[in-house]
């Protein structure tokens, strides 16, 4: 099979699949798999990520942003919610929200903000904003 052109495809794939990382669980690693096995179990997941990619528009996560990293840290530590956040930085809980998930820019007022409340290092907030 070179490339998943329908569901039905795409299911009997996806559960050949999982009998391969059944197979890597029992063993408790990946020498549970022959070379053959890891070789097709390769190809099987390259066709899936096409598949998903192209025809059911499913993509990774993107990885937040080092200035994003940094807020959620503060965040832990000062035990704050997004809500709490919001009212710390004189923001909106729509707003921060956004800013978390990378939908909103950073201007210059709430960098100023988030490096005198939060004590988030300026040129990592410029460098990310």
Do not use: C, F, W
């Not at 052109?5 to 299911?11: G, R």
């Not at 022959?34 to 998903?52: C, G, I, N, Q, R």
């Not at 710390?88 to 978390?100: F, M, Y």
């Amino acid at each position: 099979m070179k490339t998943i052109k329908t569901k039905k495809e795409y299911e009997t794939v996806m559960k050949r699949i999982e009998k391969y990382l059944d197979k890597v669980t029992e063993a408790g690693e990946s020498d549970g798999l022959s070379p053959v096995e890891h070789e097709e179990l390769k190809v099987l997941t390259s066709l899936v990520a096409d598949y998903e990619d192209n025809i059911l528009k499913i993509y990774p996560l993107a990885e937040p942003s080092p200035l994003v990293l940094n807020i959620e840290q503060e965040m832990h530590k000062r035990r704050l919610k997004q809500r709490d956040l919001a009212v710390l930085l004189g923001i909106s809980e729509a707003r921060i929200s956004n800013v978390l998930r990378g939908k909103s820019r950073i201007g210059i007022t709430l960098a100023k903000r988030m490096h005198e409340k939060l004590g988030i290092d300026g040129n990592l907030i410029l460098e990310h904003a």
